[in-house]
C-alpha cells in the first residue's frame, strides 16, 4: 500500500503525454490526420532558436505533447537517439507540486527538476519514472490560460475528422524481467497508487506477468508488463531490446462506439492487428455479447472480455515504428473496469503474430 494515498498524490490526474520525436509536425500530422486530434497550440520553433518546438494536440480529454529538438543538450536528442520516437513524459496534474515531489523523493523517488513558479501562477517539478519516461508534476493556478506556459494558441483547431476518442484509458509498460516488483512498489510508494490486478499469461513456450497499478483518484492507469526469461523469448523481449530497455508499448484510447471508431480510422490509413478465426468461432459460446453485433466485430477484428462489472472491447494498431516498437490501442468499457484475461492473451498472441510476420519478411 502507498505511504501516503490520501496525501498529496489523493487528486492526481493526467495532464499530459509528451512524445519525444525527430520530427513533431510530422508526428502530430499523424496524429492529426489518421486519429481525428486537433492541433491547439505550439511553442517554440524549428529553425534552432529555441531549445525544442512542440506541438499540443487534443481530442475529448486527451492533451498529447509532440517534441523535437535540434540541441545535443535537450534530453528529447538522447531519448530519441536511444529510443526513436516515443512517450517521454506522462505529466501528471496534481493540487500542490512542492508537497508531490517532497513527498515523492521522501519515498525514493529520483529528484530531476525541484518545484519551480513562473511568471504566470504554473508550479512544476520533475522526478524519474521508469526507463527514460519522466513524471512531470503539474499545479495550475485559478487564472492560468487553457494552454501550458509559452504556448501559442493555434488560429483555426480544427482536425478535419470526426473525433472518436475520449480518454486516455491506460499505458502498457513494458520492464526487463526483475523490474515488476521494485516498479510496482515505487509507484506504490512514491506516487500513492495501488496494485489493482495481477496477471501471468503464458502462449505457448512463452510467458509474461503483469501487474495493473492505478492512481488513488482512478484516472491514471498503468499495465507495468516483465518477460519471464525462464521461459521462451516473445514481443516482450522483442521491445526491450528493440527500443532498448524499458518503455511505453502501447496507450490505450477510449471510445463510446468502437465499431464505428475503428471503421472510421481504419479507412484513414491505420492498420490494426488482425485476431485469430478462432477467436470468434468460441466467442459467443463464452458470453452474450454487448451492444455489437459479432459479426462486426469479426469483421473488424474487435476482441471482446468481460470482468464482474461488464464488458469491454478492444483492438490493436499495427506498429508503424521503425523499430516495431510503440503501438496504440482502441477500448471500450461497458461497465467493465478491469482487464479481461482473455483479451490479454489475445494480444499477446497477435504481436507476437505480428512480429514472427515482420522478421520472416
Same mark, same amino acid.
Given at each position: 500500500m502507498s505511504s501516503h494515498p490520501a496525501g498529496p498524490f489523493a487528486n492526481v490526474g493526467l495532464h499530459h503525454v509528451e512524445w519525444y520525436v525527430a520530427d513533431a509536425e510530422a508526428g502530430a500530422q499523424e496524429f492529426i490526420d489518421r486519429y481525428g486530434f486537433e492541433r491547439h497550440a505550439s511553442r517554440g520553433d524549428r529553425s534552432g532558436g529555441s531549445e525544442a518546438y512542440s506541438v499540443l494536440l487534443r481530442q475529448g480529454d486527451i492533451t498529447l505533447l509532440v517534441t523535437e529538438t535540434t540541441h545535443d543538450h535537450h534530453p528529447a536528442a538522447r531519448y530519441v537517439q536511444q529510443h526513436g520516437d516515443g512517450v517521454a513524459d506522462i505529466a501528471l496534474r496534481v @493540487? @500542490? /507540486?512542492a508537497e508531490a515531489y517532497a513527498a515523492a523523493v521522501r519515498a525514493g523517488a529520483v529528484p &530531476? $527538476? /525541484?518545484p519551480a513558479e513562473n511568471a504566470e501562477g504554473w508550479v512544476m517539478a520533475c522526478v524519474q519514472g521508469f526507463g527514460d519516461v519522466v513524471h512531470t508534476l503539474l499545479q495550475r493556478p485559478p487564472s492560468a490560460s487553457q494552454f501550458l506556459p509559452e504556448f501559442v494558441p493555434a488560429e483555426r483547431p480544427h482536425a478535419g475528422h470526426?473525433?472518436? &476518442? *475520449? #480518454?486516455l484509458d491506460h499505458f502498457a509498460v513494458s520492464l526487463p524481467n526483475g523490474e515488476l516488483g521494485?516498479? #510496482?512498489r515505487f509507484y506504490e510508494e512514491a506516487l500513492g497508487f495501488q496494485a489493482v490486478f495481477e496477471e501471468r499469461i503464458e502462449v505457448g513456450a512463452q510467458a *509474461? @506477468?503483469? #501487474?495493473v497499478v492505478q492512481s488513488t483518484s482512478r484516472k491514471v492507469t498503468l499495465v507495468l508488463i516483465e518477460p519471464d526469461t525462464e521461459t521462451e523469448a516473445g514481443q516482450i523481449d522483442d521491445f526491450l531490446k528493440s527500443h !532498448? !530497455? $524499458?518503455g511505453v508499448q502501447h496507450l490505450a484510447f477510449t471510445t463510446p462506439d468502437i465499431v464505428k471508431a475503428v471503421a472510421e480510422i481504419q479507412s484513414r490509413g491505420v492498420d490494426f492487428l488482425p485476431t485469430p478465426a478462432p477467436y470468434y468461432e468460441r466467442l459467443s459460446a463464452r458470453m452474450n455479447v454487448q451492444q455489437h453485433d #459479432?459479426? @462486426? &466485430?469479426r469483421r473488424l477484428n474487435i476482441l471482446v472480455d468481460e470482468d464482474h462489472d461488464g464488458q469491454l472491447f478492444q483492438i490493436f494498431t499495427r506498429s508503424t515504428h521503425p523499430r516495431r516498437t510503440v503501438f496504440l490501442e482502441l477500448i471500450q468499457r461497458i461497465g467493465a473496469t478491469t482487464f479481461g484475461s482473455g483479451n490479454i492473451k489475445a494480444l499477446y498472441e497477435a504481436v507476437e503474430c505480428s512480429r514472427v510476420q515482420a522478421e520472416s519478411l
Open positions: @493540487d @500542490d /507540486a &530531476l $527538476s /525541484a470526426p473525433q472518436d &476518442l *475520449m #480518454v521494485p516498479t #510496482v *509474461m @506477468d503483469s #501487474v !532498448g !530497455g $524499458s #459479432v459479426e @462486426d &466485430l
